[in-house]
């Protein structure tokens, strides 16, 4: 099972929008209502930010928004603050019963 | 409050085995899917395998690097997860974290326990 393709960095200034996109198959992304995303600052643990394409854990602000079209997921942070700075990988389930994540994306608010 | 701990990482040579425990608590641990997730040094996450809740068969699920070497067990009567890794490889140095499988995404996670693979 190969890693789902994520841009290796994205940027933007304060204030701005930024999206992440999670490219797969339909074996994964496409075929699924499965992806999550998560939210990783360096040496700490990941932290679950969107479920089920779109769904928002509860203490999760409403600035983090997730979707899908084919077999390409898509997280998109509003409102850019300076503690969205981090890394974020997508993650969904497959067909063979087991989970694929994405390569990662590092965000850097300018 | 949620809590998942690891122990048991440490430097291990080529071919050699290590067993790593998930201690949990604040939630039914009986009932919870639990997966093991690392992420080598610098690199990006991967799932390493699942098991299920006993009520739901406890049947297990791996990712193919690790089939075959790596086995997943759960002690519901100590709250406790354990990956036992045989036949390491150098390629298995990462950073292993235990999660609760919350239908199909992982939370919350544990803090992490790195494992080293050298000679």
């Known amino acids: 099972q190969s890693a789902l393709t994520q841009p290796a960095s994205v940027s933007g200034s304060p204030g701005q929008s930024i999206t992440i996109s999670c490219t797969g198959t339909?074996?994964?992304?496409?075929?699924?209502?499965?992806v999550s995303w998560y939210q990783q600052h360096p040496g700490k643990a990941p932290k679950l930010m969107i479920y089920?394409?779109?769904n928002r854990p509860s203490g999760v602000s409403n600035r983090f928004s997730g979707s899908k079209s084919g077999n390409t997921a898509s997280l998109t942070i509003s409102g850019l603050q300076a503690e969205d700075e981090a890394d974020y990988y997508c993650s969904s389930y497959t067909s063979s019963s087991t989970w694929v994540f994405g390569g990662g994306t590092k965000l850097t608010v300018l | 409050e949620v809590q998942l701990v690891e122990s048991g990482g440490g430097l291990v040579k080529p071919g050699g085995s290590l067993r790593l425990s998930c201690a949990a608590s604040g939630f039914i641990f009986t009932n919870a899917w639990m997966s093991w997730v690392r992420q080598a040094p610098g690199k990006g996450l991967e799932w390493v395998g699942r098991?299920?809740?006993?009520?739901?068969?406890?049947?297990?699920d791996y990712a193919a690097p690790v089939k075959g070497r790596f086995t997943i067990s759960r002690d519901d009567s100590k709250n406790t997860l354990y990956l036992q890794m045989n036949s390491l490889k150098t390629e298995d140095t990462a950073v292993y974290y235990c999660?609760?499988?919350?239908?199909?995404?992982?939370?919350?996670w544990g803090q992490g326990t790195l494992v080293t693979v050298s000679s």
């Open positions: 098991v299920k809740s006993k009520t739901d068969g406890g049947t297990t």
């Open positions: 999660t609760t499988q919350q239908f199909f995404h992982f939370d919350p």
């Open positions: 339909s074996s994964d992304v496409g075929g699924f209502n499965y």
């Open positions: 089920d394409v779109s």
